[in-house]
């Protein structure tokens, strides 16, 4: 039977949680003093530890000076309330979980349920560190680069805790899979891991997919629908592009973070849910917040343990393993036996992959389709330079010029010039007006231009480029293919309305 030690310096909080534990077979002491908990821990090391800080006489810290108490005693902080401090603190005293005041019997049975020692998941860890080198894998996650070693030594110590994970990186580079990876290392495993991609859901249903709704609550709601939060709980939400979720919502998603208590839609009744949330972006999180994408509040409440996942550009020395990792799949999949070449592999390392690891897993899969024989050769793969990802037979064939998207101008000065003559900034030079100078298209944006406007000017520009493939187009720019569509959206929009505008200003004929 498992044992708790309760140290609390409030009797009747002291008992409360005593008579809690004590109907889910745990054996449980109390103390409420540093000096009464040492002497406990002393007759019996426990194996959960309820912990609040502020104490007669010293701070709970200072039971983690013993290394050994530390990692076979699961450590769950008590707390007045939750906040990013607390999240931040737990953190750092490598804490499992922290329960709330008033402890309800709902907290308690989850962190209870979650129970593992620390020892067990520290030697899992260790174990897949060991055969890394070997296997080339860390859980999901496969490459055995410096910057994949120092992605796993993050995972590895936020996965065991209860702290809120950003995940940062380029579209496709996998960050749903370091999401995966935390779930399954920690000691929510058991339980749920749902994976929401907020750019995917209409703006209209968001809400209600997320925190469900009522039956009734608006036009076509026959019925009571549980939302993500709720189908998550207890386990891990996964909420990935993050800044396309609309502001108003944000809000509420930071209310959930703070308090652990949403509504339902049309519901006036307070739900708990007991979820950890991993969100992720392939934004600039601070360009997000500039922008207006990304409240600030909400990204210092998410931004307890960032994690930037390195783009595969900075890996290239893992695609070799993906590839064949990517392949056995393939293999496993159809049935019949087919492997890379030295020149594939190579070549393939030396290839920029601007669309990440879902690129390399695209071209893995038609690679495996086109193949003739046993062997899968450069015939099909991307060009080297990035430029042109067509077979190679049909790479020698000129490609259609593009048109220049962006002006080249520099906005006016009060006085008359322009900002670029004023500031004797000169204007890049290129081969011809709008080339660069290896004859590539380019776009040349005037001085001061937002960035909102760049961003629109770089869209459309290769948008026109690639002759309007859309999927081309959000792997060159290295984002998701929903995220180009709703700024395409967004542009109509706009254009609509700028057209109704003028005609509603026009001057009468």
Same mark, same amino acid.
């Given at each position: ?11 009747? *909080? ?20 540093? &000096? ?61 979980? +922290? ?46 680069? *410096? %910057?994949? &070693?120092? !992605? ?25 899979? $370091? ?7 920690? &000691? ?48 891990? !939400? ?16 930071? #209310? ?37 994408? !990304? ?91 990035? *430029? ?22 520099? *906005? ?7 900002? #670029?003559?004023? %500031? ?19 776009? $040349?944006?005037? $001085?001061?231009? %937002? ?6 000017? !770089?869209?459309?520009?290769?948008? &026109? ?25 967004? +542009? ?18």
């Amino acid at each position: 039977m498992s044992h708790v030690l309760i140290v609390e310096d409030d009797p009747d *909080a002291a008992m409360t949680l005593r008579a809690m534990i004590a109907r889910d077979s745990f054996t449980v002491a109390v103390a409420h003093t540093l &000096r009464d908990a040492r002497r406990q821990i002393a007759l019996q090391s426990p194996d959960i530890l309820l912990l609040d800080l502020q104490l007669p006489d010293g701070n709970g810290m200072d039971l983690f000076t013993d290394p050994t108490f530390a990692a076979s005693c699961e450590v769950v902080l008590v707390t007045g309330h939750a906040s990013l401090d607390t999240s931040i603190q737990a953190l750092r005293l490598g804490a499992a979980d +922290y329960l709330v005041k008033p402890i309800n019997m709902r907290q308690l049975e989850g962190v209870l349920s979650r129970f593992m020692k620390p020892a067990v998941l520290q030697a899992e860890v260790a174990s897949m560190t060991a055969t890394l080198s070997e296997d080339g894998h860390f859980g999901h996650l496969w490459g055995t680069s *410096a %910057s994949m &070693r120092r !992605l796993y030594e993050q995972i590895s110590r936020v996965a065991a805790t209860a702290v809120t994970v950003f995940v940062t990186g380029e579209s496709g580079s996998g960050k749903e899979v $370091v999401a995966q990876t935390v779930h399954d290392l920690s &000691r929510r495993r058991k339980q749920p891991f749902l994976a929401v991609n907020c750019g995917a859901i209409s703006h209209n249903l968001i809400e209600s997919e997320i925190f469900g709704h009522e039956k009734g609550s608006f036009t076509g709601a026959e019925r009571q629908h549980q939302g993500f939060f709720e189908r998550a709980n207890g386990g891990t !939400l996964f909420l990935d592009e993050i800044t396309e979720m609309p502001l108003e919502l944000q809000v509420k998603l930071l #209310r959930v973070l703070e308090t652990g208590r949403y509504m339902r839609v049309g519901s006036t009744t307070a739900l708990e849910t007991d979820v950890r949330v991993i969100a992720a972006t392939n934004r600039d999180p601070l360009q997000a917040v500039a922008d207006g994408k !990304l409240r600030e509040d909400l990204l210092y409440r998410l931004n307890v343990f960032p994690i930037e996942l390195p783009p595969l550009r900075e890996r290239l020395s893992d695609v070799p393993l993906l590839a064949n990792h990517f392949l056995k799949q393939v293999v496993a999949k159809e049935g019949v036996n087919k492997r890379f070449s030295d020149e594939a592999l190579d070549h393939l390392s030396r290839y920029r992959w601007p669309g990440n690891v879902r690129e390399l897993r695209n071209v893995v899969q038609r690679a495996y389709v086109m193949a003739r024989g046993a062997v899968i050769d450069t015939r099909w793969l991307p060009e080297v330079d990035g *430029a042109d990802s067509r077979p190679a037979e049909l790479a020698a064939e000129p490609a259609p010029a593009a048109p220049v998207a962006a002006p080249v101008s520099a *906005a006016a000065t009060p006085g008359g010039a322009s900002a #670029r003559e004023s %500031s004797g900034v000169q204007a890049p030079v290129s081969a011809s007006p709008g080339t660069t100078l290896d004859g590539a298209p380019a776009v $040349v944006l005037p $001085v001061g231009i %937002s960035m909102a406007e760049a961003e629109r000017e !770089l869209i459309l520009a290769t948008l &026109r480029h690639f002759h309007h493939h859309k999927e081309r187009t959000a792997a060159t720019l290295g984002v998701s293919l929903k995220t180009l569509y709703n700024r395409l959206k967004e +542009y109509a929009a706009n254009d609509d309305s700028a057209t109704r505008a003028a005609g509603e200003h026009a001057p009468p004929p």
